[in-house]
């Protein structure tokens, strides 16, 4: 990392830095600083850049703005690698099991929803643009998963995570019909036109290391790289997910979570059809069969086998999880 040609860039010294997760935070005589490799395109950038701005101006203070370099740009190319700059947000990460984190980061997610409707990327941005894609997206997991079934059966030499993929496939992929056919009997279509009218945006990866607690208790959000133009209800469905997944997906607590949303963003019958389908996809299995068969991560086979478990574990709660969420509708 050209950490000394980025200092240059942007006018500030370093005296030490060191790791934290994707990142390296430097400190330095503006303060502690957080510089980060990033593969987002330019373009792409500058949208995320203008969607934290517009936040900003409308009062959403609280999120990590990129700092503008000499370059007058949000980000400096450095031997044709990118980085974006910025300044550390103390404070640490959102506990899911801290009551009060949880309500926090609820309130400051609908805040951020409320007050960035309207955003309109910049001129020269990459307009990411997520309205109207589920049901393609929902058929296409399910053809992955048929067309693997196929795959996995005719292998005459099995191995474990093979036939343990065997043996719950099937449920897996009823699971995901009944979801389609959820988000089907929804007026998703038409909501997602009034949704592009309008400039709804979604953070789209809400989850604890992104949801930062100040010293005051005060909630800040980072890492935008996810953001675009799509149903706020997306990240409230997975922040459910995320946040119930450690009370066996408690559904007085989900409530709990949707009544505090509703206090400042109001959630409506629509928006609670629109969940239950993304609660039944089973999304955790089709990701891990897919890093699995498709080789995208390194994991050894044991992580990939309690990986797997937990998501069976999570099968086990969420069905019993949606009959409930649906007698809401």
């Not at 949000?74 to 099991?97: A, L, M």
């Not at 001129?123 to 997991?141: C, F, I």
């Not at 039944?280 to 891990?288: K, L, M, T």
């Not at 897919?290 to 969420?318: C, G, M, N, P, Q």
Request: net charge neutral.
């Amino acid at each position: 990392m050209q950490l000394e040609a980025i200092a240059t860039e942007y006018d500030f010294k370093i005296t030490s830095y060191r790791p934290l997760r994707a990142v390296h935070i430097a400190e330095t005589n503006r303060g502690p600083i957080v510089i980060k490799e990033t593969d987002r395109d330019p373009d792409k950038l500058l949208y995320i850049h203008g969607m934290k701005e517009y936040l900003y101006e409308k009062g959403f203070r609280n999120l990590d703005r990129y700092l503008i370099g000499q370059n007058g740009l949000p980000f400096t190319v450095q031997d044709n690698r990118i980085f974006v700059v910025e300044k550390v947000i103390e404070g640490r990460e959102c506990s899911f099991t801290n009551p009060f984190d949880r309500e926090g980061a609820v309130l400051a997610l609908a805040e951020l929803h409320k007050k960035g409707k309207g955003y309109e990327a910049p001129t020269g941005a990459y307009k990411r643009e997520n309205y109207g894609r589920w049901d393609s997206t929902y058929l296409k997991k399910i053809d992955y998963m048929v067309t693997l079934k196929e795959t996995v059966s005719s292998k005459k030499k099995k191995d474990f995570f093979d036939k343990i993929f065997l043996e719950d496939v099937d449920f897996m992929i009823n699971m995901a019909w009944q979801a389609y056919d959820t988000l089907k009997s929804s007026n998703y279509q038409s909501i997602c036109k009034r949704a592009k009218k309008e400039k709804w945006i979604c953070h789209h990866d809400y989850t604890y290391h992104n949801i930062i607690i100040g010293k005051n208790n005060e909630v800040s959000i980072i890492d935008f790289d996810y953001s675009c133009h799509e149903l706020p209800v997306y990240d409230v469905a997975n922040y459910i997910l995320k946040a119930l997944k450690r009370f066996s997906f408690d559904i007085d607590m989900a409530l709990r979570i949707l009544n505090v949303y509703d206090a400042i963003n109001t959630i409506n019958k629509e928006d609670l059809l629109l969940m239950q389908a993304i609660f039944e996809f089973p999304q955790r299995f089709w990701r891990i069969a897919e890093r699995y068969y498709e080789k995208k991560t390194d994991w050894t086979d044991e992580t990939f086998v309690s990986k797997y478990e937990d998501a069976y574990i999570f099968r086990e709660y969420i069905t019993g999880f949606t009959r409930s969420f649906r007698k809401l509708i």
